[in-house]
C-alpha cells in the first residue's frame, strides 16, 4: 500500500504544476499587473509611477512566464510564475498583495469553515442514512413515494431560499438564534446551529435519494435473502447488515470531501458572517489579490488529492478483499 | 412494542420542549442576542463593516471605510467642527489653526496681500499643544534600563505572541512636532506607496528629491537583508520643505500659494507618527503573524483599536490617555433645538466601546438593526420601501413601522458628485466645435435625471446644475444656480428643457432625426462602462431609451472594471460614467476635476473627460489660489457658464445619505467632511436593553407546531413498521 500511496503523491506534482500554471493563465488573462496595482493602490490620484513601484515591491514586474532578455535557466526562473509557484510547493504561501501573511490567514479562517462543515456533514450524514433507511425499509409505499417526491422538491430548492427562509423564520420571526455572526470558543455555538440546520436540511433532498438508491441495490442481493431467512428482523437486516455493505459508495462521497470541508462555503460564510476560507477566496478574486488566489487554488488542489488517496485507502479498510497495489 | 415506542417518541418530545423551556428561563435575555452576556447594558455602539480595510495606516488609507475608524485613533493638528456650517476647521493637537506666511524666490518675507505671482514659497508655522500622550501601546514599552523591550524580539518571546494584548507591558509617550514630520517623510516612502505622494511632490518643497534618496537607500537595505522589510530611520534623513523647529513646532514649506493646503492637514496622511512605532512593527515575527502598523494603528485619539479581526470584527476602546476635549459650545441655528448641544461643554468621547461587526450581507444586517442589535443602519435598496415613504410634497419620511419603533431619519446631500462624461478627445462627441457643443447639450437634455433619481435611487439625490455641490462655497442655489443649457426656471423651480428643445439642437448640430445629414447614416454613440448584475441591466436600458428620446442609438460597452479603466486612461471610451467624492470642502477640489493640465490621457490627472478650455484653465488658475470672497464667487461662476456651455459632462446628480438611527443614539448630525466625530455620539444602553427584549421575545409556538407535525408524519411510518413486524412474527410462528 506504501508503494501505492507514494505512487499517487509523486502523480500529484504534475497535477499540481499543471493546476497552478492554468490558474496563473486564468487570472492573468483577466488581469495584468498594472490591474492589480491599481485596484491596491485606490481609484483616486493614483499616478502610473506608483503603479510600477508597487509591481516592483511585489515582482510582478518582471515577464510572465518566459523571460526573453535573461539567459540560461533564468529564462524561466527570472519570471513572475516561476518566483509565484516555486514556494507553493514547499507550501510556503508568502504575503498576499497586501502585505499579509496567507499562511496565518489561512491558519486562522480554517476553523470558523470547519466549525460549521463538519457538524453538517456529520449530522447530515447522520439524518440523511436515517432517512434513507427508513425509505427503503418502507419501499414501494405510499411513505417511499411521499418521500422521494419530497426528495426531489428539496433538491429543486436553492441553498439560497433555504439560508434566507432560515433567516427570516428561525431568528427575524421568532426570535430563537442570532441571524448571524461568529464568536470563539464556546460563545461560537449559537451561531452554528441555524446554518448547521439549514446546511443538513438543504442537503437532505440530494442525500437521502443518494443513499435510497444505494440501499435498495443491496437490499435485493442474496446476504439479505439469507439474513432474512434466518429470522432476523428488518431493521437489523438494514443497520447491521446492509448498511455496512453500503459503505463502500457511501464512503466514496463522504471521505473525498472530508479534507475540502477546510476550503469552506462561499454562500453560507457570506449569510452568516462566518469569517471562514469560503470567503477570504472570493474576498481575494474581488480585490484581484493573486497571491491568495493561487494559495488557495492550491491549496484545494492538495486538499482534494489528499481526498482521493484517502477514500482509495478507505476501500481496504471497510472491504478486506480491496488490495492497494 | 407499541407501547415503547410510542413511550420512547413521548419522552422525547417532553425532553426537547423541557429543553427550550429551560433555555427560556436562564436569564431572560433574548435568544437571538448576538452579543456576549457580559456586555448587556454596556456603554458600547455596536455598528459594521461589509469588507475588511485594506489599510490602516494613515500614510495609505484614502478610503472612506478606513477612514472611519483611523479618524478615531490618529489625530492630524485640524479638525472640522462638528456642528457648524459651511464647514470650517477648528484645532484639534494644534495650538491655531495654520495660517501661511509668504516668500518670494529668495525666501524673503511678503505681505500677506501680495500678488499671488511673487510667492515664491508658502510656510505653515504649526505648533502642538504639549502634554498630549499616545495610547498605551508595545512600542512605547522600555525596561528598567530604559530600553525598548519590544525592540529586538527574540523566537522566545514571539512564540506566545499572536495579538498586542499578549504584550505584557504597554507603555506611552508625549506627542511631539517630530512626529508630524516623521509621518510627511513617510509620504514618500517607496515600500508604503502614499496615493498622495504625487499630488504633495507638486507642493511640498524637496518631497520628489527626498522620495529619490528613500528609493536609493531602500533598495540598498533590500540587498543587505534581503529576508526581512528594512526599516530606515527617516529622522536621520532631511526633508527641505519639512522642519522640527522644537518639540512643539514644526514648519512645512510648500511651492507658490495653494490656500487648500490646509485642508489637507486634517486628513489621516498628516496625523502624527511615532518611529518606535514602525522600528516596532517591521520586526519579522510580527509581520509573520499580521501584526503590523498597517493592521494595528498607534494613535493619541479618543479611541484605540484593541481588536482587529478583519475577518470577524473590529474594537475600538476609550484611549485611557486621552488628552480630553469638550463637546462644542455653539453650533449651527437650530442645533440647541435639536438637541445638539445638550452636551455642549461635556468631555469627550461618551461611548466607551465600539464593534465593528462583519456583515457582509444586507439582509442580515438590516435585521439585526431592526432587532435593535444594531445602533445605526444604512437603507439598501431592497428594505427602502419598508423604511421610507414620500409626502405629497415629496419630502421623505419614516414609515409607520420605523416610527413605532422610535427610529430616526438622517437624511444629508454628500458632498460628491455624479455625472456622464464625454471624452472630449473623441472625434464625434468630443471637441469645441459648435456642432460637437450642441450634441453634448442636446444629450444633456434628453437623459432625464430626475427620472433617473426617482427610479434608481429612491428619490435619494437631487439634480447636478454644475460640479459644485451644496454646502460647498461656489455652489449657488435658486435661478441664479440653474444649468440654463438644460433647465428653465418655470414657477419657482428649476424645469428641465423639452425633447423638442433637444431636437432642434440635435438637429443644428447636423444629425436631424438622429442622422448624420452628410452621410444619412443613423447617429450612433458609445457608453462604456462597467456595470455587471441585473440592476445594471436595468439602468443601461433605461439609459438606452433616453438617447432613443431623441433618435440616437446608443450602444452599450460593458466590460470588466479594469478594462473600463484602461479606456478612460487611454481615451478610448466615448461616453461614461463617473464619480467624484471631495477630499475637502473647497470648488478646487471639483473644478480642479475638469482642468486642462489635469486630463487623464498623457498626464494621467483625474480630468476623465480630457476637457482642455484655455479659458476655463485660465480661470481656474486664478481661483486656485484666491480666498472665498465675492470676488472668487465671481470667476467661479464664470467657470461654471464655461462648462455649462461647452458641456464636458452631462451633470448627473449629487446623492443624498440616508440614514436610521435608534432613538438611544443621539447628538447626530451630518458631518460629511469630518470622519472623527464617533467622540460627539452618545447612546442610552438601559433604553437599548429594554427595547432589544422588548423587540426579541422568542416565539416557541410555531416550534411546537413543527414538532406535532413532524410526529404526525411519522406516526403512520410506526404504524406501518409494528404491523410489518407482527405480520413477520406470525409468518415467522407459523
Avoid at chain 1, 3 to 13: D, F, G, H, K, P
Avoid at chain 1, 52 to 70: C, L, S, V
Avoid at chain 2, 547 to 559: A, C, G, W
Wanted: charged share 20%.
Amino acid at each position: 500500500m506504501m508503494a501505492y500511496i507514494i505512487r499517487r503523491v509523486l502523480y500529484a506534482i504534475p497535477i499540481l504544476i499543471g493546476v497552478n500554471l492554468i490558474t496563473f493563465v486564468l487570472f492573468f488573462f483577466v488581469n495584468t499587473p498594472d490591474d492589480m496595482a491599481r485596484m491596491h493602490l485606490g481609484e483616486k490620484r493614483v499616478t502610473q509611477e506608483a503603479v510600477e513601484k508597487w509591481k516592483e515591491e511585489r515582482g510582478y514586474d518582471r515577464p510572465m512566464i518566459y523571460n526573453n532578455e535573461a539567459d540560461g535557466i533564468k529564462t524561466l526562473t527570472d519570471t513572475i510564475f516561476f518566483d509565484k509557484s516555486v514556494k507553493l510547493f514547499a507550501f510556503d504561501f508568502g504575503q498576499s498583495d497586501d502585505g499579509r501573511n496567507i499562511a496565518h490567514d489561512i491558519s486562522q479562517r480554517m476553523w470558523p469553515s470547519l466549525a460549521i462543515a463538519l457538524p453538517t456533514l456529520l449530522v447530515g450524514l447522520l439524518v440523511n442514512i436515517t432517512l434513507a433507511m427508513l425509505l427503503a425499509f418502507f419501499r414501494a409505499t405510499y411513505i417511499d413515494i411521499t418521500g422521494v417526491v419530497l426528495g426531489v422538491v428539496l433538491m429543486s430548492i436553492s441553498s439560497l431560499f433555504y439560508i434566507i427562509g432560515g433567516q427570516f423564520l428561525m431568528s427575524k420571526l421568532w426570535h430563537l438564534m442570532p441571524i448571524s455572526g461568529y464568536d470563539t470558543g464556546i460563545d461560537a455555538f449559537k451561531f452554528l446551529i441555524l446554518p448547521v440546520i439549514i446546511g443538513v436540511i438543504g442537503g437532505i433532498g440530494s442525500g437521502t435519494r443518494w443513499y435510497r438508491t444505494i440501499f435498495l441495490e443491496e437490499i435485493n442481493k442474496d446476504y439479505v435473502r439469507t439474513s432474512r431467512a434466518k429470522g432476523l428482523s428488518e431493521l437489523k437486516v438494514l443497520f447491521k447488515h446492509v448498511l455496512k455493505n453500503a459503505m463502500i459508495p457511501i464512503l466514496t462521497g463522504v471521505v473525498v470531501v472530508i479534507p475540502l470541508l477546510f476550503i469552506g462555503s462561499l454562500v453560507t460564510e457570506a449569510f452568516f458572517a462566518i469569517p471562514g476560507l469560503g470567503s477570504y477566496t472570493i474576498d481575494a478574486i474581488n480585490h484581484q489579490d493573486f497571491s491568495i488566489v493561487r494559495a488557495m487554488v492550491f491549496l484545494g488542489s492538495v486538499l482534494y488529492i489528499i481526498g482521493l488517496i484517502m477514500t482509495d485507502i478507505s476501500y481496504t479498510l471497510v472491504d478486506p478483499r480491496i488490495r492497494l497495489e | 412494542m407499541s407501547g415503547t415506542l410510542t413511550n420512547r417518541v413521548f419522552g422525547w418530545t417532553s425532553f426537547t420542549a423541557f429543553g427550550l423551556l429551560l433555555l427560556t428561563a436562564c436569564d431572560g435575555r433574548p435568544w437571538n442576542n448576538p452579543y456576549p452576556l457580559k456586555d448587556d447594558g454596556s456603554n458600547i455602539l455596536y455598528s459594521e463593516f461589509s469588507e475588511r480595510p485594506k489599510h490602516l495606516d494613515p500614510v495609505r488609507s484614502y478610503v472612506s471605510n478606513e477612514y472611519e475608524i483611523l479618524a478615531q485613533i490618529y489625530e492630524p493638528v485640524v479638525q472640522y467642527h462638528y456642528l457648524k456650517r459651511p464647514y470650517q476647521l477648528a484645532t484639534l493637537t494644534a495650538t491655531d489653526i495654520p495660517q501661511p506666511r509668504y516668500l518670494d524666490s529668495n525666501q524673503q518675507p511678503l505681505p500677506p496681500d501680495v500678488d499671488v505671482s511673487q510667492i515664491a514659497y508658502s510656510v505653515y508655522d504649526i505648533e502642538i499643544k504639549p502634554g498630549i500622550r499616545y495610547q498605551p501601546h508595545p512600542a512605547f514599552a522600555r525596561d528598567e534600563q530604559g530600553r525598548f523591550r519590544y525592540h529586538q524580539l527574540s523566537d522566545e518571546q514571539l512564540s506566545n505572541i499572536y495579538t498586542l494584548a499578549d504584550f505584557a507591558h504597554t507603555g506611552s509617550r508625549e506627542l511631539v512636532a517630530a512626529d508630524y514630520v516623521y509621518q510627511i517623510k513617510r509620504l514618500a516612502h517607496p515600500r508604503l506607496h502614499s496615493p498622495i505622494f504625487g499630488v504633495m511632490t507638486d507642493y511640498i518643497v524637496g518631497l520628489q528629491d527626498y522620495a529619490d534618496t528613500l528609493q536609493k537607500t531602500h533598495a540598498q537595505r533590500k540587498v543587505d537583508t534581503p529576508d526581512r522589510t528594512p526599516y530606515i530611520d527617516l529622522h536621520k534623513l532631511d526633508l527641505a520643505g519639512v522642519k522640527e523647529v522644537d518639540k512643539y513646532r514644526y514648519q512645512i514649506t510648500i511651492k507658490g500659494k495653494y490656500p487648500q493646503f490646509v485642508y489637507w492637514l486634517a486628513m489621516p496622511f498628516f496625523a502624527p507618527m511615532p518611529a518606535e512605532a514602525e522600528r516596532f512593527y517591521l520586526q519579522p515575527g510580527l509581520v509573520e503573524k499580521n501584526i503590523t502598523l498597517d493592521w494595528f494603528p498607534v494613535g493619541t485619539g479618543p479611541y484605540m483599536l484593541t481588536e482587529n479581526n478583519p475577518n470577524l470584527k473590529m474594537v475600538l476602546q476609550r484611549n485611557p490617555n486621552f488628552h480630553g476635549e469638550l463637546y462644542p459650545q455653539e453650533g449651527d441655528p437650530g442645533d440647541r433645538e435639536a438637541g445638539l448641544l445638550r452636551d455642549a461643554g461635556k468631555p469627550l468621547p461618551f461611548i466607551d466601546k465600539v464593534v465593528y461587526n462583519l456583515e457582509k450581507e444586507l439582509i442580515p444586517y438590516w435585521n439585526k438593526f431592526l432587532q435593535g442589535y444594531y445602533d445605526i443602519s444604512s437603507i439598501s435598496s431592497d428594505s427602502f420601501d419598508q423604511a421610507i415613504q414620500f409626502t405629497g410634497e415629496g419630502e421623505a419620511t419614516l414609515t409607520d413601522s420605523m416610527r413605532e419603533k422610535g427610529i430616526n431619519l438622517l437624511t444629508a446631500v454628500q458632498t460628491s458628485v455624479w455625472f456622464y462624461g464625454f471624452n472630449m478627445q473623441d472625434k464625434l462627441v468630443g471637441g469645441d466645435s459648435e456642432r460637437a457643443r450642441k450634441l453634448r447639450q442636446a444629450i444633456a437634455i434628453a437623459i432625464d435625471i430626475e427620472e433617473f433619481i426617482s427610479i434608481f435611487a429612491n428619490g435619494r439625490g437631487i439634480p447636478a446644475q454644475g460640479p459644485i455641490p451644496p454646502g460647498i462655497f461656489g455652489h449657488t442655489e435658486g435661478e441664479q444656480g440653474i444649468n440654463p443649457y438644460v433647465y428653465n426656471w418655470v414657477d419657482g423651480r428649476p424645469q428641465r428643457k423639452s425633447i423638442a428643445d433637444a431636437k432642434r439642437l440635435l438637429a443644428e448640430a447636423g444629425y436631424a432625426n438622429g442622422r448624420d445629414e452628410k452621410t444619412g447614416k443613423p447617429l450612433l454613440l458609445y457608453f462604456d462602462t462597467a456595470m455587471p448584475g441585473p440592476d445594471a441591466k436595468a439602468f443601461l436600458n433605461w439609459l438606452r431609451k433616453q438617447f432613443q428620446k431623441i433618435n440616437v442609438q446608443l450602444v452599450i460597452r460593458n466590460t470588466d472594471f479594469n478594462r473600463f479603466q484602461e479606456k478612460v486612461r487611454k481615451g478610448t471610451a466615448q461616453i461614461f460614467r463617473w464619480g467624484w467624492n471631495a477630499d475637502y470642502p473647497d470648488p478646487e477640489n471639483f473644478l480642479f476635476l475638469l482642468y486642462g493640465p489635469n486630463k487623464k490621457v498623457l498626464n494621467n490627472g483625474e480630468n476623465g473627460a480630457n476637457y482642455d478650455s484655455p479659458v476655463f484653465n485660465r480661470l481656474f488658475e486664478q481661483m486656485k489660489t484666491m480666498e472665498n470672497g465675492p470676488q472668487r464667487k465671481v470667476i467661479i461662476d464664470q467657470m461654471l457658464e464655461v462648462l455649462r456651455r461647452d458641456s464636458p459632462w452631462v451633470f448627473s446628480h449629487f446623492p443624498k445619505g440616508f440614514s436610521l438611527y435608534h432613538s438611544w443614539y443621539a447628538n447626530v448630525k451630518p458631518n460629511l467632511m469630518a470622519n472623527n466625530t464617533l467622540k460627539y455620539k452618545r447612546i442610552e444602553p438601559g433604553l437599548r436593553e429594554q427595547k432589544r427584549h422588548e423587540w426579541n421575545q422568542p416565539v416557541l409556538l410555531p416550534l411546537l407546531v413543527i414538532v406535532v407535525v413532524l410526529l404526525l408524519m411519522i406516526l403512520p411510518g410506526v404504524l406501518t413498521y409494528i404491523r410489518k413486524e407482527h405480520h413477520s412474527n406470525n409468518r415467522s410462528a407459523v
